[in-house]
């Protein structure tokens, strides 16, 4: 998880907003570079037929994972050979096929996991992963936004050759990530006997289902119309350095490192639903906020 983290600071957020914009990227193709990563978990419907087909779903997950995030290495040398255009392209080709590949990855981790981890502790469990995920996170993010801003100018005469430096040392993360997660075992998989189609139509006919794709959708769709131009905002408009982006990110997830352990706890204690009634309209609140920064 702690290197899977990496690599995913890495090669989103802030410095992958900053590399779009170094090769001139409009805000269109910004927009698209956010909804890709959305639209590719389409991809776990037909993933779920892989999973019950092949049983295997360490195997599912370990080359998903590995091919995905082989294509940064396609978008991280691109810079060397091919004009801003076709960087551009190569950008968002690599981002469709490790998304993809990502979605397909999950479906299989997330079947696994709940077979594997205790349901009574999982909330602690995974509060516990995810707060040394994005303490990790946070230190490669504001290590990557210092190389970016001071050290690769005295390296290199391209800028746009250090968000590949980035990148490469992303993939290398990535690797180390897909190992480890060869090395977890896995519990004995008893696939469904009901066709894929009955499997993903069988949720939808639980009511409290239905209202939870229901919150998901509204959610997401108000949370991804403002957050993937944040960065852009901040480093277009207000004409902030990359660091100081990442820095501000930094600083949220390094209030998700203080707070995820006690929010494992309470969901463990209270319930899920009590802790997300409080947490989202805060949440909502704070992007509210966003409207006054310029007044």
């Given at each position: 998880?702690?290197?899977?983290?990496?690599?995913?600071?890495?090669?989103?957020?802030?410095?992958?907003?900053?590399?779009?914009?170094?090769?001139?990227?409009?805000?269109?193709?910004?927009?698209?570079?956010?909804?890709?990563?959305q639209l590719a978990q389409l991809a776990q419907l037909p993933a779920v037929g892989i999973v019950n087909r092949l049983r295997n779903r360490r195997g599912?997950?370990?080359?998903?994972?590995?091919?995905?995030?082989?294509?940064?290495?396609?978008?991280?040398v691109a810079p060397f050979f091919l004009s801003s255009q076709a960087v551009l392209t190569t950008l968002v080709a690599g981002m469709l096929i490790s998304?993809?590949?990502?979605?397909?990855?999950?479906?299989?981790?997330?079947?696994?996991?709940?077979?594997?981890?205790?349901?009574?502790?999982?909330?602690?469990?995974?509060?516990?992963?995810?707060?040394?995920?994005?303490?990790?996170?946070?230190?490669?993010?504001?290590?990557?936004?210092?190389?970016?801003?001071?050290?690769?100018?005295?390296?290199?005469?391209?800028?746009?050759?250090?968000?590949?430096?980035?990148?490469?040392?992303?993939?290398?993360?990535?690797?180390?990530?897909?190992?480890?997660?060869?090395?977890?075992?896995?519990?004995?998989?008893?696939?469904?006997?009901?066709?894929?189609?009955?499997?993903?139509?069988?949720?939808?006919?639980?009511?409290?289902?239905?209202?939870?794709?229901?919150?998901?959708?509204?959610?997401?769709?108000?949370?991804?119309?403002?957050?993937?131009?944040?960065?852009?905002?901040?480093?277009?408009?207000?004409?902030?350095?990359?660091?100081?982006?990442?820095?501000?990110?930094?600083?949220?997830?390094?209030?998700?490192?203080?707070?995820?352990?006690?929010?494992?706890?309470?969901?463990?204690?209270?319930?899920?639903?009590?802790?997300?009634?409080?947490?989202?309209?805060?949440?909502?609140?704070?992007?509210?906020?966003?409207?006054?920064?310029?007044?």
């Amino acid at each position: 998880g702690m290197a899977s983290q990496a690599m995913a600071s890495l090669t989103g957020s802030g410095i992958l907003v900053a590399f779009a914009l170094k090769l001139e990227a409009s805000n269109s193709l910004i927009g698209l570079l956010a909804a890709i990563p959305q639209l590719a978990q389409l991809a776990q419907l037909p993933a779920v037929g892989i999973v019950n087909r092949l049983r295997n779903r360490r195997g599912i997950a370990v080359f998903a994972s590995l091919v995905g995030r082989m294509s940064w290495v396609a978008i991280a040398v691109a810079p060397f050979f091919l004009s801003s255009q076709a960087v551009l392209t190569t950008l968002v080709a690599g981002m469709l096929i490790s998304s993809i590949l990502g979605a397909v990855a999950n479906c299989g981790w997330n079947s696994w996991m709940h077979d594997l981890v205790p349901t009574a502790n999982i909330g602690s469990f995974f509060g516990r992963r995810i707060s040394l995920a994005t303490a990790t996170g946070v230190a490669v993010s504001l290590t990557a936004g210092l190389f970016v801003d001071h050290v690769a100018p005295n390296l290199f005469q391209n800028d746009v050759y250090a968000y590949s430096t980035v990148f490469l040392v992303a993939f290398a993360f990535g690797i180390v990530g897909v190992y480890f997660i060869g090395q977890i075992p896995e519990p004995v998989f008893e696939p469904t006997p009901e066709s894929v189609f009955d499997t993903i139509r069988r949720p939808f006919q639980d009511k409290n289902f239905r209202q939870l794709v229901h919150f998901l959708a509204a959610w997401n769709f108000a949370i991804y119309l403002a957050t993937p131009f944040f960065s852009v905002y901040m480093l277009s408009r207000l004409g902030m350095s990359l660091t100081w982006v990442i820095g501000l990110t930094v600083l949220g997830r390094i209030v998700n490192v203080v707070f995820l352990r006690q929010w494992g706890s309470f969901a463990d204690d209270i319930s899920y639903k009590s802790v997300l009634a409080v947490s989202a309209p805060l949440f909502l609140a704070c992007i509210l906020g966003w409207t006054f920064t310029t007044f």
